[in-house]
């Protein structure tokens, strides 16, 4: 039976077609794979006969909430990746679900950390370019400037001055 | 001062790997460990490590390891003969360690007085000034005022560098391009000084453009003589904060090493300084040295040193505070090999490197040959947003720069953490990039070279298996569409089966 598998993340979606227990089909190209797992969400990866290093750090607790319900996290030889993994039914109900919601034209900055809002350096309707700094987050002892991601307009500021955040809080909303 | 005195117990009031390595010098040398310990860290590795461990109760590093009451109260209970700072916290702070000479107690580190004369920045360039050792141009008083500040910025021309009197660690420091931006950096780095520092006094100075930071270690009795171990080159930083150190210096020769040398010994006896401490230096394209400051501690990166010049500083550090003459002299300094130090740190190098919080669910440090890690964390402890976000120190040797540098590579491609984000692939990033190898940067090699995109180019070929990967544990955990999981029943994969077979959550 065959399944396909679209993944996407790092600026490129793949199409990945698992064939049996060791081969599997990336854009067109086949390559062989073993999969072994060892303890606690490690497992022992080899592609074409490389060996890798893989920890499913999904199961472990580890959700950054930005990659939502069909997202993994894992480590491959240490380094992380956040991938969204979907299949033919999850990405039909996805534009189904993306068709019915309202055009969003805004991003939120969220708290990449608890911390201490310590001063905020805009105001709403502001004009910010990419680069500028939003607010300083004080956390670590050190104070932390977060940075405007992209151009736009300080849409909502959702924290004021000695507000105390934990990770994941939204902070300020930016609309292009 | 000059009498010989036995430490059979020794409290360290620090946390980390720091607290670990003074634990490891004093189980070689047969003295009992006292540690400390905040709420948070009531599990923490160096509390088991140690001997013995007292609490702190609080959980801020205020309420905590820098409670000066508490620290001594608990001193006096555990009867111990001295106490070791470590670096940051209370390491460079003069009043505590006078009122720990008051209470009779050896610190081991230099006397409050030479603390006060050389950690203070604005008295060591005094100091430096005096001596005739070159400094750079700025302040020599802190200053009185945000317009005094603004004044002698103008002056001396921007852009400019505000920097804590009490400082260290890059905390409290703020560079400042033009005259607007002065009023916010200022604040900036008085609240910042304020917090890390109990002291809210900053300085200003020229910032020099395009220098390479390189420090000097120096060692010295209680009977005036100092040496020096020679250099470390520190200009690989992120928010002047370094991050890969090493020894030698690419760009020092014999005859620099001798200059820098002499001009750290001078400042440091014209201070009265004993134990452990570095000069550092600013170092520009014509091989021109200007006094920056005096740290009057243990350094993060002495590691490098120790390996270069096979002397234990923290061993060296408490038989100096037990009053033994220094058993080197100069011309007994020979330098071996080459050693790198990489820091790893709970940040996120994609994300200007905040700080990052999180359980450490996989932790595996680096083994092997010419490798030494000290670590101060294991699987499943919390790193939270309370303390520095230093993990460990990876040191490596080789009998070339270049070997000490493939080695590292080597090493910190067995480091592996999971659950916080790590400097790891930001200092493979370093190690593999040209004008590193070269040995040609500067202290703004990191923002001049790095972005996010650089580590995404690096980790180009780990996405196919990563792509791979990411798919086999999908299926090994079960349907994309829970609700649709009835029609899939026939289409078990192997995977699935496995993860029924084996995978248990608990």
Not at chain 1, 53 to 75: A, F, H, P, T
Not at chain 2, 248 to 264: N, T, Y
Request: proline share 4%; charged share 25%.
């Amino acid at each position: 039976m065959r399944k396909v598998f679209h993944v996407s993340g790092r600026k490129k979606t793949s199409q990945v077609e698992l064939i049996d227990d060791n081969s599997v089909v990336v854009d067109n190209e086949r390559h062989s794979y073993s999969f072994e797992r060892l303890a606690d969400g490690t497992f022992m990866f080899f592609l074409d006969g490389r060996g890798f290093s893989i920890v499913d750090l999904r199961s472990m607790g580890m959700n950054e909430g930005e990659i939502g319900e069909s997202g993994e996290i894992l480590l491959v030889d240490g380094h992380e990746f956040s991938l969204t993994v979907d299949d033919e039914q999850s990405l039909l109900l996805k534009s189904l679900l993306q068709s019915q919601a309202p055009s969003s034209a805004s991003v939120t900055i969220r708290a990449p950390m608890p911390g201490l809002v310590t001063k905020i350096e805009v105001s709403v309707g502001q004009q910010v370019n990419t680069g500028d700094g939003l607010l300083i987050l004080e956390a670590m002892k050190m104070e932390n400037e977060v940075r405007c991601p992209e151009k736009g307009t300080v849409k909502e500021i959702h924290v004021g001055p000695q507000t105390p955040v934990e990770k994941g809080s939204p902070l300020i909303t930016i609309e292009h | 001062m000059t009498t010989k005195r036995q430490i059979k117990r020794l409290l360290i009031v620090n946390r980390g790997e720091i607290a670990i390595r003074v634990i490891r010098a004093c189980k070689e040398m047969g003295i009992t460990s006292v540690a400390l310990f905040s709420e948070p860290d009531r599990t923490s590795l160096h509390v088991q490590a140690a001997d013995e461990a007292y609490p702190l109760d609080g959980v801020s590093a205020k309420e905590s390891y820098l409670n000066q009451e508490k620290i001594l109260r608990i001193a006096e209970q555990a009867q111990v003969d001295a106490l070791h700072p470590g670096y940051g916290f209370l390491s460079e702070n003069g009043s505590f360690v006078e009122r720990v000479e008051q209470a009779g107690f050896l610190f081991v580190g230099p006397s409050s007085r030479a603390i006060r004369a050389m950690g203070d920045k604005t008295s060591a360039r005094r100091i430096a000034k005096s001596l005739g050792i070159p400094i750079v141009e700025g302040t020599i008083e802190p200053l009185n005022s945000e317009r005094e500040g603004v004044e002698i910025a103008s002056k001396i021309g921007f852009p400019v560098l505000i920097k804590a009197a009490a400082g260290g660690g890059g905390k409290g420091m703020r560079v400042v391009q033009s005259v607007e931006e002065f009023s916010s950096s200022f604040r900036m780095a008085q609240s910042e000084a304020r917090n890390a520092f109990d002291d809210d006094r900053v300085y200003v100075e020229k910032y020099v453009q395009n220098p390479r930071h390189v420090e000097i270690q120096i060692l010295g009795d209680h009977y005036g003589h100092v040496i020096h171990l020679g250099e470390r080159e520190c200009s690989i930083q992120r928010r002047h904060q370094k991050v890969i150190e090493e020894s030698p210096s690419p760009i020092v020769d014999d005859k620099l090493r001798r200059a820098m040398g002499e001009a750290a010994v001078m400042a440091a006896k014209e201070a009265g300084y004993s134990n452990a401490g570095t000069i550092e230096f600013l170092v520009d394209a014509n091989r021109n040295f200007y006094f920056l400051e005096m740290n009057t501690r243990l350094q993060v990166e002495h590691p490098v040193t120790e390996w270069v010049t096979g002397i234990d500083l923290v061993k060296a550090q408490l038989q100096i505070a037990m009053g033994e003459p220094l058993p080197w002299k100069q011309e007994d300094i020979r330098f071996t090999g080459h050693a790198l130090e990489s820091r790893i740190y709970a940040e996120d190098p994609r994300n200007n490197f905040f700080p990052s919080t999180g359980t450490l669910h996989i932790y595996t440090t680096p083994e092997g040959p010419r490798v030494r890690v000290d670590n101060g964390f294991r699987k499943g402890d919390l790193i939270s947003i309370h303390y520095d976000p230093l993990l460990a120190k990876v040191v490596t040797f080789g009998s070339s720069r270049h070997e000490a540098i493939e080695t590292m590579k080597r090493a910190l491609s067995e480091f592996i953490v999971g659950g916080v984000r790590t400097t790891i692939p930001f200092c493979e990033f370093v190690l593999s990039h040209e004008e590193f190898r070269a040995g040609s940067f500067d202290t703004h090699f990191v923002s001049r070279t790095f972005s996010a995109s650089e580590l995404d180019r690096a980790e180009q070929g780990l996405l196919l298996p990563a792509i791979v990967a990411s798919v086999l544990l999908k299926t090994s955990q079960g349907s994309i569409l829970p609700q649709l999981n009835h029609v899939e029943k026939g289409s078990h994969s192997l995977w699935k089966k496995r993860r029924e077979e084996t995978y248990r959550p608990s």
